[in-house]
Nanobody, 118 residues
Framework: VQLEESGGGLVQPGGSLRLSCAAS????????MGWHRQVPGKERELVAT???????NYADSVKGRFTISRDNAKNTVYLQMNSLKPDDTAVYYC?????????????WGQGTQVTVPS
């Protein structure tokens, strides 16, 4: 499974960005996709996830501001980020979990930088 992210960039506080992550390759069995983020010196943290059935989960820090969605026909997951704050500055990584007979396998994208200046 390959994950290709796009949509990061520089945005002023209060602005919006939409991240996209397209999955390709042997994508059969992907049960969940999502976004994590990381800043230097800190652990990678969950932002939002969505299951193949559409169930979504969010970090408390982004609830009400971020919305995750997926287009199963395009094998793509989106993260709409509104009311961005400087604390949202991070590298955002797309993640996919694939359930196969041998177990669950996790894949990561290369990351996309989101910068919200203070």
């Amino acid at each position: 499974v390959q994950l290709e992210e796009s949509g990061g960039g520089l945005v002023q506080p209060g602005g919006s960005l939409r991240l996209s992550c397209a999955a390709s390759g042997r994508i059969f069995g992907i049960v969940a996709m999502g976004w994590h983020r990381q800043v230097p010196g800190k652990e990678r943290e969950l932002v939002a996830t969505i299951t193949s059935g559409g169930g979504a989960n969010y970090a408390d820090s982004v609830k009400g501001r971020f919305t995750i969605s997926r287009d199963n026909a395009k094998n793509t997951v989106y993260l709409q980020m509104n009311s961005l704050k400087p604390d949202d500055t991070a590298v955002y990584y797309c993640k996919a979990d694939q359930a196969l007979v041998g177990g669950v396998y996790t894949y990561w994208g290369q990351g996309t930088q989101v910068t919200v200046p203070s």
